[in-house]
């Protein structure tokens, strides 16, 4: 199974200031045909889970532009230019280039 | 407007079955893969299984692989999973998840949840 490992576990963040997570697979999850088989979810507090960012840097619908992905193959990183108060709650990485899929153990944002 | 509601938790016996259902609205359900996603308390996310669109693939994690089985019912909207031998490691919120239409491996939709504890 590929492994996937968050940092930090926790982010105590400023409203405005940029914010970054990290996340690592103990495999590529870089495919021959280009894509990066990397999901980025958001649980906000007490709330299901929410899709941000899809194949590493594609943000899904009504995402707002101050998310965005980066990376490539073992390395991934999520950022968040400026943050706001509606961004905390925790942060997931998700592999999805094989079964089982599997998930960071995510990093908590919260506001300083 | 995409609607994912479970149904079916509760509490159960260790060893015991249980049922879950996860009713589907507002898309045209046989176009999508499904996924189920557990969640046990104050901890992280667990793939739990995935069915396409057709019914004809499933996958599942090896923590319930055996034991649980997810279907699916296109004439009426509904995702299932039944689970069977339940342990106490099984306690968590279920969710209903949809894959993107693009990429069903990618999840764009989740349900609410339904909780199932497995205690005696």
């Known amino acids: 199974d590929i492994v996937m490992t968050q940092s930090p576990l926790s982010l105590p963040v400023t409203p405005g200031e940029p914010a970054s997570i990290s996340c690592r697979s103990s495999?590529?999850?870089?495919?021959?045909?280009?894509?990066?088989?990397l999901d980025w979810y958001l649980q906000k507090p007490g709330q299901s889970p929410q899709l941000l960012i899809y194949l590493g840097s594609n943000r899904a619908s009504g995402v707002p532009d101050r998310f965005s992905g980066s990376g490539s193959g073992t390395d991934f990183t999520l950022e968040i230019s400026r943050v706001e108060a509606e961004d905390v709650g925790l942060y997931y990485c998700m592999q999805n280039k094989q079964t089982p899929l599997t998930f960071g153990g995510g990093t908590e944002v919260e506001i300083k | 407007q995409v609607q994912l509601v479970e149904s079916g938790g509760g509490v159960v016996q260790p060893g015991r079955s249980l049922r879950l259902s996860c009713a589907a609205s507002g898309f045209i359900f046989n176009g999508y893969g499904f996924h189920w996603v557990r969640q046990a308390p104050g901890k992280g996310l667990e793939w739990v299984a995935l069915i396409w669109s057709d019914g004809t693939v499933t996958y599942y994690a090896d923590s319930v692989k055996g034991r649980f089985t997810i279907s699916r019912d296109n004439s009426k909207n509904t995702l299932y999973l039944q689970m069977s031998s339940l342990r106490a490691e099984d306690t968590a919120v279920y969710y209903c998840?949809?894959?993107?239409?693009?990429?069903?491996?990618?999840?764009?939709?989740w349900g609410q949840g339904t909780l199932v504890t497995v205690s005696s």
């Open positions: 998840a949809r894959g993107y239409s693009g990429y069903a491996f990618t999840i764009d939709s």
């Open positions: 495999q590529s999850l870089l495919h021959s045909n280009g894509n990066n088989y």
